[in-house]
């Protein structure tokens, strides 16, 4: 994952704990609850969260789309700064790939998943 959280940096700037986009034109961008290294780290698929939550000052409740919810041990204020950050993230990415389709001439075969 270092090439991927290389390309974070490039694209956004953002070297800590940062989000990565496993496949940007279907959507798919995860952002980890603490550093990488950290053998509790959660890596959460941004676009599947439908709401954080605070739990107590040290968990975290996290729901998704399909019903499920966890949580999870990180502050609110992470969870909320990885969410914000993860679409800071997103935006910027999307908006490089489709300035890149449209200068090279390629037809897109389909929208970014966002």
Same mark, same amino acid.
């Given at each position: #994952? ?20 496993? +496949?940007?034109?279907?959507? #798919? @961008?995860? @952002? ?23 739990? +107590? ?13 966890? +949580? ?6 992470? #969870? ?8 800071? @993230? ?25």
């Amino acid at each position: #994952m270092g090439g991927r959280q290389e390309g974070t940096k490039g694209v956004c700037g953002i070297t800590h704990k940062a989000p990565i986009a496993i +496949d940007p034109h279907s959507g #798919m @961008f995860f @952002f980890p609850t603490t550093s990488p290294q950290n053998k509790n780290c959660i890596w959460i698929a941004h676009s599947h969260v439908s709401k954080v939550q605070t739990k +107590d000052q040290t968990y975290t409740t996290v729901l998704f789309k399909n019903g499920q919810v966890i +949580d999870v041990p990180a502050s609110y204020g992470t #969870m909320l700064n990885q969410m914000q950050r993860t679409a800071h @993230f997103r935006y910027n990415l999307t908006e490089r790939l489709q300035y890149s389709w449209a200068s090279s001439g390629n037809e897109k075969v389909a929208e970014p998943f966002i």
